[in-house]
């Protein structure tokens, strides 16, 4: 006997969208670290002050990827909250 298992709709795919999310959370907590990174050895010559950048830079990557993700598990399109849809 053979079990016809359906593929779930995109809004109701969990693991899809908890891979999405994972890798929007790694990808940017890794691009905003490396420009942290950068701004401070750009800008700032105390040791301290750069891993203040790159703290700060990871902080905002993984702020905007939650942002992102909780839209997507509620299922909102909206992508800002001044925006209207038609």
């Known amino acids: 006997m053979s ?3 359906e593929i779930p ?5 969990l693991n899809a969208k908890w891979d ?4 929007l959370g790694v ?4 691009y905003s670290s490396a420009t942290g990174a950068f701004a401070g050895l750009l800008f700032f010559r105390s040791p301290v002050t750069r891993w203040a950048s ?3 830079g990871a902080g905002l990557g993984i702020g905007s990827a939650y942002s992102d993700c909780s839209q997507k598990f509620a299922g ?3 992508t800002s909250p001044g925006v ?3």
Request: with cysteine.
């Open 20 to 23: 999405a999310c994972l890798d």
């Open 3 to 5: 079990k016809n298992k």
């Open 54 to 56: 790159v703290a700060f």
């Open 27 to 30: 990808r940017r907590f890794f």
């Open 9 to 13: 709709p995109p809004q109701y795919d």
């Open 76 to 78: 909102s399109s909206q």
């Open 84 to 86: 209207a849809k038609d």
